[in-house]
């Protein structure tokens, strides 16, 4: 392998049909430091890459780019399939979109997958025995962005849980966490509260567990899941949960493992990969030779192995291991143990100087030159289509009314008046809680109120229905600012009940 110039817009290409193509994106911050260091030793290991540099990051949002990716940079990302990123610096505010969230979602990087172990004598931890792997859903949930202000004093984020997207990921767990020897899940969700969303989770996790009868699993609720996490997590296996939870429960399982700096991420799909450190771009620490390369290293090792070259990526991290157990750390990992304190520089030297060698006390890694396959399997079904009898059952419709003053009891008769039938006023919430009829006093109320109309007895249905109602109240001087639709599918309810209702 050549290593790219830092020039960012400079493109190696080398002729030999056993490289593989990747990206390479030196970042901002420590990002360059780190990512030479890291390309040094891939060239030192013998690593078969044919490496093109693209430009993604400050230096691109700074030409006013709101995506952070250098227009040029997809039609190579797109070639390749692979990118080595190294951490980028977000601007602040200013309409400016996470270049994370925006390759993820883009390039259909539906799973990512997140390693962590400690190193313990040698890099200090409470939990000597830690041997876990994250596997976090990368695209949906309330990362989705889709966020509004409604009203005065309220906003919302919308949650979006799919059933393709649930089966995608949960699919990927199974086969990932057969692939690597382990033998349980344990789903994290918080489907006692979020019944429809974290529900189509758990339920799908539990249906496919049922193809993969050699796999043990569990469900936790995420708040007891993240602090048995912090305070026991030696007994995790292989933990899966939806993007919010996933991304929190990485950084805490990376944290109790010893250090973030030394946790790689993969972010899979079915056309690309992204391989990356977890830390961001340390601009605190930038350009003084003092950043820890072995996130993005650990990032390198698991591209290597997606990418079918296990031989490269067991002698880099043999040698890394040798290194850790050799005392040669960086300032952020330096403890009793360690004999030489070293800079970014020493501390590559060191690991190329180990290469070839295998660690003593930790067990030496061997991968093989199998390139991963949970991707491409051919018989791994994108998702499965189900028909389902969907029904409507009514509607809420969400007003901007201002309730200082003005209660809940007065709203609600003013709406029955407003509704023609064949519907009838069920219920009115603030903020999910049911406030009329027989509301509670002490409910604190803003100016969102959620009204939910359901056909009266004896009436059916249709859907002009429920845009004559909305005509009703506009001409009334309601204001409108949103609506749901209320289904059943296949005769199983679609939607959460008020509390209280
Ligand atoms: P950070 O991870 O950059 O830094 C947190 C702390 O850890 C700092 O004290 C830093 O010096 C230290 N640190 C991080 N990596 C280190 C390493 N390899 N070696 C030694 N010390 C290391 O988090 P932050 O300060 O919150 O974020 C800085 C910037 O990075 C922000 O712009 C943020 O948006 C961005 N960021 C990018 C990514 C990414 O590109 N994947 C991820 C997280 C944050």
């Known amino acids: 392998m050549h290593m790219p110039a830092t020039d960012s817009s400079a493109t190696i290409t080398l002729s030999s049909s056993t490289q593989t193509g990747i990206c390479v994106a030196m970042g901002d911050g420590i990002g360059p430091e780190i990512m030479s260091s890291v390309l040094r030793i891939l060239t030192e290991s013998g690593a078969q890459l044919d490496p093109t540099t693209i430009r993604l990051g400050k230096s691109v949002y700074d030409e006013g780019v709101l995506s952070g990716v250098e227009p040029g940079a997809w039609d190579a990302i797109r070639e390749q399939g692979i990118i080595l990123k190294a951490p980028i610096t977000t601007p602040q505010g200013g309409g400016v979109k996470s270049l994370n969230v925006t390759l993820r979602k883009t390039l259909g990087l539906y799973a990512n997958v997140r390693p962590c172990r400690s190193y313990d004598p040698f890099v200090p931890t409470h939990f000597p025995n830690l041997d876990l792997l994250i596997v976090r859903e990368n695209e949906e949930d309330t990362y989705a962005g889709i966020e509004h202000r409604q009203t005065e004093e309220v906003t919302q984020c919308l949650k979006l849980i799919t059933r393709p997207g649930c089966e995608r990921i949960v699919r990927h767990a199974f086969e990932t966490t057969r692939q690597q020897g382990r033998s349980r899940i344990t789903c994290m969700t918080k489907d006692n509260i979020m019944k429809v969303t974290d529900g189509l989770f758990h339920s799908v996790f539990d249906e496919i567990a049922g193809e993969y009868p050699d796999i043990e699993i569990e469900h936790m609720i995420i708040d007891i899941g993240a602090a048995k996490l912090a305070n026991d997590p030696e007994r995790f296996d292989v933990i899966l949960a939806p993007n919010l939870y996933g991304d929190i429960l990485s950084d805490i399982a990376a944290e109790v493992a010893g250090s973030v700096g030394l946790a790689g991420s993969a972010n899979l799909g079915r056309h690309a990969s992204m391989f990356e450190a977890i830390h961001g771009s ?74 070839g060698q295998t660690p003593d006390h930790f067990p030496a890694v061997a991968y093989d030159n199998q390139p991963a396959t949970v991707m491409e399997k051919e018989d791994t079904p994108a998702y499965s289509v189900l028909p389902t009898r969907k029904e409507l059952a009514g509607i809420d419709i969400f007003l901007d009314w201002v309730g200082h003053g003005r209660t809940p009891d007065m709203l609600g008769p003013a709406l029955q008046d407003a509704c023609p039938l064949p519907l009838k006023l069920k219920m009115i919430t603030n903020r999910g809680v049911k406030v009329f009829p027989d509301g509670q006093p002490e409910t604190f109320c803003t100016d969102h109120w959620r009204c939910r109309f359901v056909p009266a007895p004896e009436q059916s249905l249709e859907p002009r229905d429920l845009v004559l109602l909305q005509h009703s109240l506009l001409t009334r001087g309601f204001d409108i600012i949103k609506t749901e639709n209320l289904y059943w599918f296949d005769g199983e309810i679609g939607y959460s009940l008020g509390q209280g209702e």
């Open 282 to 355: 340390a601009p605190d620490i930038a350009g003084q030779d003092l950043a820890n390369p072995s996130a993005l290293l650990r990032a390198a090792v698991q591209m290597l192995v997606h990418i079918g070259q296990g031989e490269v990526a067991s002698r880099i991290e043999n040698a890394w291991l040798k290194t850790l157990e050799d005392g040669v750390h960086t300032a952020d990992i330096a403890s009793e143990q360690t004999r030489q304190r070293v800079g970014t520089q020493a501390f590559t030297q060191a690991v190329i100087d180990r290469l």
